[in-house]
């Protein structure tokens, strides 16, 4: 069959791709930008990518198109297809009808730390010979791929509550039907198709409904959004996660600042100590989230907890991309208040005294239209410097940001470059974050930075093994 996908360089699309080619699909796609991790992966899984949307991509007649729900009415390419008659349907659909329906499913729900807690589980599941399938918004670096099917009976699914289509705007996980569902937290986000809180928290409730009395639920125990949206009502046996939580529940103490050594314990009472690559509090949480969805899946607690300490971080989560002359640079996928927070947090808990440099792109659709503005204000407390871009279709005044020397508000990416290269010094660490691929600027001030340093990194994650 041959399945065209509309989006196809999302995080989530891509994943979709790499599932119907192992399928044995003959797969094309089309998309408006296509930058790495998606682009790589999808070229060298052979699948022919169009830039754009041209209505000539569906010709000829694909036997089915895959819709992204970054697509809408008016797109030339949604255009032709409904005007053709063509066969389609959205990338939930597709996933829940060839892979998910006959899969064990653990779906990972929540506003921050869906990625990176569905990597450790799906990491913790593989380690213990269980070759589960997944689907994950980002690229695990123990696998170096997005999405695959897997042989065992699991399959891991990072559950995003954005709309699925424009032709279904219900949210991506109600198709899922997990067995065991993971909920990291709930905050508000995606401010452009939520009104409020309250819609988000309904539709996590209609996820919460559609889990069977015999599955599970494995909610965070410190989120008073999630603990309400529970109050709705729900039919299937919890469990809770936190740090120093109460003696039967899945509790972490902290063994140092960092997050990289903690002790875990059981609802059972065993406990474990684990030492491993990650850094944070947050990612701390997520690791109990994983423990405990994999013990659900047949893993034993001792097995779980070794597997963490193997756990490799996903490629764009605080991610160091290169070293040089004693300066890291890290790719950072936050576009959250709260996530920028716990990114700049995290590194400044592990490097100690030396200089943080913060770079941000304020992206997303919910930044915008301006709904996060108050928060973001306070979000770069841990950075001893901060550059924010400043694109010329925001909808609000980054300018009330502005902080002197501390928090500078910029309209270029190349002003942005050359002031970083003019004051870096050796020990600093460099953090940019954005979801998109930020105007090319860690590429090029790589570059910049390589041509004047030298020894380039890429990939690596031993930067952050160091204090100062």
């Known amino acids: 069959m041959h399945v065209h996908i509309l989006g196809i360089c999302?995080?989530?699309?891509?994943?979709?791709?790499?599932?119907?080619?192992a399928l044995g699909h003959d797969v094309t796609g089309s998309?408006?930008?296509?930058?790495?991790?998606?682009?790589?992966?999808?070229?060298?899984?052979?699948?022919?990518?169009?830039?754009?949307?041209?209505?000539?991509?569906?010709?000829?007649?694909?036997?089915?198109?895959?819709?992204g729900n970054a697509l809408s009415r008016g797109n030339p390419a949604v255009e032709a297809m409904l005007r053709r008659g063509m066969p389609y349907t959205s990338g939930p659909q597709w996933l829940f009808e060839q892979v998910l329906g006959s899969r064990r499913v653990i779906a990972v729900a929540g506003t921050h730390g869906k990625t990176t807690t569905a990597s450790i589980l799906a990491w913790i599941l593989d380690d213990a010979g269980q070759q589960p399938g997944f689907l994950i918004g980002g690229v695990p670096q123990n696998f170096n791929v997005s999405a695959r099917l897997g042989e065992g009976e699991c399959f891991v699914v990072e559950?995003?509550?954005?709309?699925?289509?424009?032709?279904?705007?219900?949210?991506?996980?109600?198709?899922?039907?997990?067995?065991?569902?993971?909920?990291?937290?709930?905050?508000?986000d995606h401010a452009d198709i939520f009104a409020s809180i309250a819609e988000i928290k309904n539709q996590f409730h209609h996820l919460?409904?559609?889990?069977?009395?015999?599955?599970?639920?494995?909610?965070?125990?410190?989120?008073?959004?999630?603990?309400?949206?529970?109050?709705?009502?729900?039919?299937?046996?919890?469990?809770?996660?936190?740090?120093?939580?109460a003696p039967d529940t899945w509790s972490a103490t902290l063994s140092s600042t960092d997050g990289r050594h903690f002790t875990v314990r059981s609802p059972d009472g065993e406990s474990a100590a684990v030492s491993w690559e990650q850094i944070g509090r947050h990612n701390v949480t997520n690791a109990l989230a994983a423990v405990a969805a994999a013990s659900h899946a047949g893993v034993s607690f001792t097995q779980s907890c070794q597997s963490l300490a193997t756990f490799r971080p996903v490629q764009r989560r605080l991610q160091c991309v290169y070293r040089g002359n004693d300066i890291r640079v890290y790719d950072d996928f936050a576009h959250h208040p709260t996530a920028i927070r716990e990114t700049l947090t995290a590194i400044r808990a592990a490097v100690g005294q030396a200089r943080v440099l913060a770079v941000f792109e304020p992206r997303s659709n919910t930044m915008r239209i301006?709904?996060?503005?108050?928060?973001?204000?306070?979000?770069?407390?841990?950075?001893?410097?901060?550059w924010i871009y400043r694109p010329a279709n925001l909808d609000w005044d980054l300018n009330a940001l502005a902080d002197g020397h501390r928090v500078q508000i910029e309209p270029s990416v190349d002003t942005i470059i050359a002031q970083i290269v003019a004051v870096v010094r050796p020990a600093d660490h460099i953090v940019i974050m954005s979801n998109g691929d930020f105007l090319g600027l860690q590429r090029r001030l790589i570059k910049r930075l390589q041509a004047d340093l030298g020894s380039v990194e890429l990939g690596g994650a031993d930067a952050i093994k160091v204090s100062h």
Not at 159 to 176: G, I, L, N
Request: negative net charge.
């Open 10 to 21: 999302g995080t989530f699309m891509a994943g979709i791709a790499a599932l119907a080619r």
């Open 31 to 67: 998309d408006g930008a296509a930058y790495p991790p998606m682009s790589t992966q999808l070229e060298q899984l052979g699948v022919t990518l169009c830039a754009g949307y041209e209505p000539e991509h569906l010709t000829p007649a694909p036997d089915l198109v895959v819709v």
């Open 159 to 188: 559950a995003d509550e954005y709309d699925t289509a424009f032709f279904d705007k219900r949210s991506k996980f109600v198709h899922y039907r997990p067995h065991i569902a993971v909920l990291t937290n709930l905050e508000f």
């Open 208 to 245: 919460i409904r559609s889990i069977a009395d015999n599955g599970c639920i494995i909610v965070n125990g410190e989120d008073n959004n999630l603990a309400a949206t529970l109050a709705m009502g729900s039919w299937t046996p919890i469990e809770y996660f936190g740090i120093d939580n």
């Open 370 to 386: 301006g709904t996060h503005r108050e928060q973001l204000r306070d979000a770069f407390e841990s950075a001893d410097q901060t």
